[in-house]
């Protein structure tokens, strides 16, 4: 959006035909970043922007946000205050509290941060702090995405609000987020460990004679589609990476677990 932006204030045909410098860096900066990612509303603001300052040698964010009514976030050099906002709607998303969550959503929209920002951190957010306490916080989150690309704002703003409550509302798990970091932690130390000939693929002669797939057992011939046979690499069999919590959904997936470890134990001593 800044290059069309930039093209558009420049070029004498297609454009303004105006000097490259007429709007300041941080005036561009903020035209694009209250633009929704619409380079048609982009090139609206800024045509307004000038229309409004034309006799100025140059425009800044402050003319800006003047002509288009939208306030910039109060960004420091570093831009500390835009991540003090997005940290403030976390943790309150995290601490379940709806109230804190909009309360810092609103901030957010009304300084012209960016919503598919906001979009993509909760979509994050229920991956690492719902995870598998609520699995329908991700579909709520990816839906709330395409909601509002189809709506864009002003209607597309309660799409937000209403992913943002029903994330502070769910149950909370990073067990997944724990999870994944275990397993990675193991790999690096562990190194690259080979497949198991059991469960590796076998489409031909060779690989058959190899012992490649010998001694698989298909889950869906046994009862509940389970066999107790081992999945992982020899070295790290008895490793467990997953340790689902009593919270939400999860709890039903924790017993699901237990019960087939109780069952896998019991085959192995049988």
Same mark, same amino acid.
């Given at each position: 959006?800044?290059?069309?932006?930039?093209?558009?204030?420049?070029?004498?045909?297609?454009?303004?035909?105006?000097?490259?410098?007429?709007?300041?860096?941080?005036?561009?900066?903020?035209?694009?970043?209250?633009? =929704?990612?619409?380079?048609?509303?982009?090139?609206?603001?800024?045509?307004?922007?000038?229309?409004? #300052?034309?006799?100025?040698?140059?425009? =800044?964010?402050?003319?800006?946000?003047?002509? *288009?009514?939208?306030?910039?976030?109060?960004?420091?050099?570093?831009?500390?205050?835009?991540?003090?906002? *997005?940290?403030?709607?976390?943790?309150?998303?995290?601490?379940?509290?709806?109230?804190?969550?909009?309360?810092?959503?609103?901030?957010?929209?009304? %300084?012209?941060?960016?919503?598919?920002?906001?979009?993509?951190?909760?979509?994050? #957010?229920?991956?690492?702090?719902?995870?598998?306490?609520?699995?329908?916080?991700?579909?709520?989150?990816?839906?709330?995405?395409?909601?509002?690309?189809?709506?864009?704002?002003?209607?597309?703003?309660?799409?937000?609000?209403?992913?943002?409550?029903?994330?502070?509302?769910?149950?909370?798990?990073?067990?997944?987020?724990?999870?994944?970091?275990?397993?990675?932690?193991? *790999?690096?130390?562990?190194?690259?460990?080979?497949?198991?000939?059991?469960?590796?693929?076998?489409?031909?002669?060779?690989?058959?004679?190899?012992?490649?797939?010998?001694?698989?057992?298909?889950?869906?011939?046994?009862?509940?589609? #389970?066999?107790?046979?081992?999945?992982?690499?020899?070295?790290?069999?008895?490793? %467990?990476?997953?340790?689902?919590?009593?919270?939400?959904?999860?709890?039903?997936?924790?017993?699901?677990?237990?019960?087939?470890?109780? #069952?896998?134990?019991?085959?192995?001593?049988?």
């Amino acid at each position: 959006i800044l290059v069309i932006l930039k093209r558009a204030l420049v070029h004498k045909e297609s454009g303004l035909g105006l000097e490259s410098n007429k709007l300041s860096d941080a005036a561009f900066d903020h035209i694009a970043g209250v633009s =929704d990612g619409d380079a048609r509303i982009a090139l609206t603001n800024m045509e307004t922007a000038i229309l409004h #300052f034309s006799e100025k040698k140059q425009i =800044d964010i402050k003319d800006v946000e003047k002509a *288009i009514e939208k306030k910039s976030l109060l960004y420091d050099k570093a831009g500390e205050e835009h991540y003090n906002l *997005i940290s403030a709607f976390i943790k309150s998303m995290r601490g379940s509290d709806p109230d804190a969550a909009i309360y810092w959503l609103e901030r957010m929209l009304m %300084a012209g941060d960016d919503p598919y920002y906001m979009l993509r951190r909760m979509i994050r #957010f229920a991956t690492e702090d719902v995870g598998m306490a609520d699995p329908g916080a991700l579909t709520m989150a990816l839906n709330a995405s395409v909601s509002y690309r189809m709506l864009g704002q002003p209607e597309g703003d309660d799409v937000l609000f209403q992913v943002a409550i029903y994330l502070a509302t769910a149950p909370k798990s990073n067990a997944v987020y724990m999870a994944h970091k275990k397993v990675k932690k193991t *790999i690096e130390k562990k190194g690259y460990s080979p497949v198991p000939l059991h469960i590796r693929n076998a489409p031909t002669k060779l690989m058959k004679d190899l012992d490649y797939g010998k001694g698989y057992q298909y889950a869906h011939d046994h009862k509940d589609a #389970f066999v107790p046979q081992s999945y992982l690499p020899d070295d790290i069999e008895d490793e %467990a990476f997953y340790f689902p919590t009593d919270r939400g959904y999860e709890k039903i997936v924790k017993k699901r677990l237990e019960s087939w470890i109780k #069952f896998k134990n019991t085959d192995n001593e049988s």
